[in-house]
């Protein structure tokens, strides 16, 4: 009897283990952007305690559900979707940090940009993806490896088992990966074609799974059996009329509906519930508003969570909970290097590649190998530079393995600007990039305008020694003529008569001193020659005053730039330092625009030799940001002894030059110019909208001395530190993918207080002078 009464306690005991033992599963739709809504959906649950002991995902969902099968918790999973590093990654974006300045060439009027690579039969390829997945590939690695070590390459090992879908389009199937390396297969699921490069994973190269499975219930059911299902739906690719008005914005969100397969809410059967927020007024493609979305999939989930709470009886501990994640995260192995491998190219590339890691030393953490990633994702000659972790338990450190394909390739550049004044000009750049031991960099650009024409060809070798260095030369031809830029709405009553072209081959040689900082050493030789009337008059007949400096130049440059904008930058800062030693001949030859003058005796042309030292020091930084508003300043001095040239013109020609506007170059401001000078200003700058800026801007400008006409054309000093020159500029800014788009009233105090209002489109960027 008493047997028989143990029998059915135990037996009892079972039956209600059993139904304590209920498991729920968690199925995510992918939906792009709209997947962030899944988050929200994660902080319900868990705030009710509800099970959560499977997840299958696609795309977005896919990513959120295996951040959570990989140990972290909702809130830590919203607070990286908050981060700015989030935004990075999906806007293929990475930050200053690892930009690798050194590699970065200086910046031009490029608007458009297209890389082309030559097969050996001279065939012509376009690069397809519309976003650069670098920073994308290396944040999976970092989110997801630990957790993939843990579970040794079985997603039923994971703090909670975990299934995502991909889609092999060759063979028209969809796949549920289930195995191998998380970061892998989560960086699969979510790539939609056009927008993303495919992926190679198991030998087949896999898709978005929302092609095929965009909400994989069946997966659910098939593979783990749960006792209730919770599906949480954010995609439809429907519209219930006909959108009007179509452009190039709403094509590609289309582009990314063909890829999400419509969601059929009985596919989670009896015991569960799906559960769709409401986001129809959210785009595929904006991962801008994330506490938003997040916040919609939370109040979907609360609005459901009696029905949730009544159909699932079983609550899970909170505390029980912590417990577990925090058991599971105390297994993952820290991330220590203790290997490198290099595969996809030849054996002089992969030393290249090698040396970059600097893979002779012992061990690594993240950071080496994150520097090193970004270091060689910086260099033009790779196509594709794909990032690979493996655990190896035997040491209990992992293998970093870079798949590269470095092609050779050109890189085509079409920019310049459009404005209402007369500086419009058109941009031409290619570059040729090839790898072998060294890598090899060949470039040639074009600007062509009423103002401003230039031709530039350089040449750079790359040297992956254990301090990186380069040796470049540069042949560069400038031709500017201010007169053609004297107009700005009106006729202006002094125009400037001057015509200047400078020709330099520039030497150089450059090492990092961190990932923002460089050194460069320069050999320039120069050849300047400058015409101009020396009383801004010019009639029938005239004949123009020709200054011609022919020198040579040694500089040591200090650089460093972190702006995020070539142009009307609101973050970051620039920093440049330079010594210079300039040597040279200076060859006048009058012209005759005095020879009705009276009393004026043509005085016989001369030759004569200079030389001088200087140092220049400028900063550009934006260093207080308060919600919409930015503060940022510019400062900038230059001593030198440098001496006067034989004219007034011949000296200002020649003399430093603050440009403190965007507009600077394009004009000839004589007091804006001396030998020594402090000058400096305030950027203010308000966000408007996203890409939409106010900018209200001035400057000051210091001459220790300024120079003075005296005698017709002849120059000396004025007293030291007694003029203060100002300028100063108002307008808006809207960044276009393109370039910027700015209206702008600018205003300058120099002898014809010149002042005007300023549209253009594009870039206001022109090659440095010899001298600069």
């Not at 098939?222 to 179509?246: L, M, W």
């Not at 063909?258 to 989670?268: A, Q």
């Not at 008059?537 to 702006?563: A, C, H, I, M």
Request: aromatic share 14%; net charge positive.
């Amino acid at each position: 009897m008493v047997t028989f009464n143990r029998f059915l306690l135990i037996l009892f005991v079972l039956c209600c283990t059993r139904l304590h033992a209920q498991k729920v599963g968690l199925v995510f739709s992918g939906g792009g952007a709209k997947g962030l809504a899944h988050i929200g959906t994660l902080k319900a649950l868990e705030e009710n305690h509800i099970p959560i002991d499977y997840i299958t995902g696609t795309s977005m969902g896919g990513i959120v559900g295996a951040m959570y099968a990989s140990g972290y918790s909702p809130a830590e999973i919203e607070k990286i979707a908050l981060s700015n590093d989030f935004q990075n990654w999906v806007n293929g974006r990475y930050t200053s940090d690892y930009t690798f300045f050194f590699q970065k060439n200086a910046p031009n009027a490029s608007m458009l940009t297209a890389k082309v690579a030559i097969d050996t039969g001279f065939h012509f390829s376009f690069r397809s993806n519309l976003i650069n997945d670098i920073p994308l590939n290396f944040a999976f690695l970092e989110l997801f490896s630990q957790a993939s070590a843990v579970s040794k390459g079985n997603f039923d090992h994971l703090f909670v088992p975990y299934r995502c879908m991909v889609a092999d389009v060759l063979s028209q199937k969809s796949i549920t990966v289930s195995k191998g390396n998380l970061a892998e297969a989560v960086r699969a699921t979510m790539t939609v074609p056009i927008i993303y490069r495919p992926i190679k994973l198991d030998g087949k190269y896999v898709f978005d799974g929302g092609l095929y499975n965009n909400f994989p219930a069946d997966v659910m059911d098939r593979d783990f059996k749960p006792d209730y299902i919770i599906g949480a739906n954010v995609s439809s690719k429907t519209y219930n009329e006909y959108p009007k008005n179509i452009d190039d914005r709403l094509m590609n969100r289309f582009l990314v509906y063909m890829f999400l397969s419509k969601s059929d809410s009985t596919m989670i059967g009896k015991n569960g519930v799906y559960i769709q927020p409401d986001l129809a007024d959210y785009s595929v493609t904006n991962f801008a508003p994330v506490a938003e979305l997040i916040k919609k999939g939370y109040d979907a989930a609360m609005a459901d969570m009696p029905r949730i709470k009544a159909l699932i009886k079983n609550r899970v501990d909170p505390k029980a909970l912590e417990l577990k994640r925090a058991e599971f995260n105390r297994k993952k192995p820290d991330l220590k290097f203790s290997n490198i491998i290099v595969s996809g190219v030849n054996d002089q590339q992969k030393r290249y590649v090698e040396r970059l890691f600097k893979s002779d030393k012992t061990s690594f953490d993240l950071e080496d190998i994150k520097r090193a990633y970004y270091k060689l994702v910086a260099d033009q000659t790779f196509e594709t530079v794909y990032p690979k972790i493996t655990y190896q338990p035997i040491t209990d450190s992992y293998t970093f393995e870079v798949v590269a394909q470095p092609k050779k390739s050109f890189k085509l550049e079409l920019g310049g600007n459009i404005s209402t004044r007369p500086v419009s000009n058109v941009f031409l750049g290619a570059e040729y990039n090839y790898l072998n031991r060294k890598a090899y960099t060949f470039g040639t650009s074009f600007y062509s305008g009423r103002f401003y024409e230039s031709v530039q060809v350089n040449g750079r070798v790359d040297y992956p020694t254990r301090l990186p260095i380069f040796l470049a030369a540069e042949l560069t031809y400038n031709h500017w003529n201010f007169y053609n830029t004297s107009q700005i709405f009106i006729e202006n009553p002094h125009p400037m008569y001057i015509e200047q072209s400078d020709r330099k081959i520039d030497l150089m040689a450059g090492f990092p001193l961190n990932y923002n900082t460089k050194v460069v050493l320069h050999s320039t030789f120069i050849n300047n020659m400058d015409h101009y009337s020396p009383n801004n008059t010019f009639g029938v007949g005239d004949v123009l005053d020709q200054t011609v400096f022919n020198g040579f130049r040694g500089s040591v440059n200090l650089e460093k730039n972190s702006l995020n904008r070539k142009q009307y930058a609101s973050n970051g800062q620039s920093f440049s330092l330079s010594f210079n030693y300039t040597t040279g001949r200076e060859n006048y030859d009058p012209g005759n625009i005095f020879r009705s003058t009276p009393g004026y005796k043509k005085a016989p042309g001369f030759s004569r030799l200079h030389h001088w030292g200087s140092i220049k020091l400028s900063q550009e930084n934006y260093f207080f940001h308060l919600k919409k508003y930015t503060l940022g300043y510019l400062i900038e001095g230059v001593i030198s002894n440098q001496p006067l040239f034989g004219t007034y013109y011949g000296t200002l020609l020649t003399a430093p030059a603050f440009y403190p506007l965007q507009d600077s170059r394009s004009l000839f401001l004589d007091k804006f110019r001396a030998t020594t000078y402090a000058a400096g200003g305030i950027k203010n700058i308000y966000n408007i909208r996203k890409n939409f800026d106010f900018r209200l801007e001035g400057y000051l400008f210091l001459p220790h001395k300024e120079f003075e006409l005296t005698n017709l054309q002849e120059v000396d000093y004025a007293k030291a530190i007694t003029k203060l020159r100002y300028a100063a500029t108002a307008g808006l800014v809207y960044h276009t993918p393109l370039g910027p788009v700015s209206l702008s009233y600018n205003l300058y105090n120099d002898a014809v207080k010149r002042n005007g209002v300023l549209l253009h489109i594009g870039y206001l960027i022109y090659n440095k002078r010899s001298l600069e």
